[in-house]
T-cell receptor
Framework: QKEVEQNSGPLSVPEGAIASLNCTYSDRGSQSFFWYRQYSGKSPELIMFIYSNGDKEDGRFTAQLNKASQYVSLLIRDSQPSDSATYLCAVNPETSGSRLTFGEGTQLTVNP | DTEVTQTPKHLVMGMTNKKSLKCEQHMGHRAMYWYKQKAKKPPELMFVYSYEKLSINESVPSRFSPECPNSSLLNLHLHALQPEDSALYLC?????????????FGPGTRLTVL
């Protein structure tokens, strides 16, 4: 089992729809969770971070964390073509110090 | 301001060359990182500096040599690289505190080894 798994892509949604990106992790002691967006040929850009169970909203983005189920998700409301990118889920496992463990990423395409 | 800068943006080098990648941040962060990213793969951690001391080396070959001259600067010295070392090299920084510690990435250096 991979330490961090993301739903296999690519994911394609129409403009204006809700895009749902999912991530599960294996280290039950993980404390902090991050979503990065990466456009082709560019570096990862932090979208959201979440540390507590529940929802965290920032504009069109909502991160959801369920530590009991070891599950974190990112919802993008009113998806725009400019949201088309690869989304990386990153987890800071309990005993890893500063290390982030990344998922393989989910490629999202928003169709006009 | 969450800016991490990297130079150069692109670098082409031969296998016998010596070159350096540079990274700078002025956010007062005390942890800095080097990652390597191949196409369609997530970033792969290479080195971590915490308070200017090397704290993590992920068994990186010695042809990659990191250096942290001060808390704002991070270098990666390259020597005798192989074509398979061609990748996007990313620098990141974070506050370096215990507990949740958010990493911010620079724009990267696209390295091609001929």
């Amino acid at each position: 089992q991979k330490e961090v798994e993301q739903n296999s892509g690519p994911l394609s949604v129409p403009e204006g729809a809700i895009a749902s990106l999912n991530c599960t992790y294996s280290d039950r002691g993980s404390q902090s969770f991050f979503w990065y967006r990466q456009y082709s040929g560019k570096s990862p850009e932090l979208i959201m971070f979440i540390y507590s169970n529940g929802d965290k909203e920032d504009g069109r983005f909502t991160a959801q964390l369920n530590k009991a189920s070891q599950y974190v998700s990112l919802l993008i409301r009113d998806s725009q073509p400019s949201d088309s990118a690869t989304y990386l889920c990153a987890v800071n496992p309990e005993t890893s110090g500063s290390r982030l463990t990344f998922g393989e990423g989910t490629q999202l395409t928003v169709n006009p | 301001d969450t800016e991490v800068t990297q130079t150069p943006k692109h670098l082409v080098m031969g296998m016998t060359n010596k070159k350096s990648l540079k990274c700078e941040q002025h956010m007062g962060h005390r942890a800095m990182y080097w990652y390597k990213q191949k196409a369609k793969k997530p970033p792969e951690l290479m080195f971590v500096y915490s308070y200017e001391k090397l704290s993590i080396n992920e068994s990186v070959p010695s042809r990659f040599s990191p250096e942290c001259p001060n808390s704002s600067l991070l270098n990666l010295h390259l020597h005798a690289l192989q074509p398979e070392d061609s990748a996007l090299y990313l620098c990141a920084s974070s506050q370096g505190v215990a507990g949740p510690d958010t990493q911010y990435f620079g724009p990267g250096t696209r390295l091609t080894v001929l």
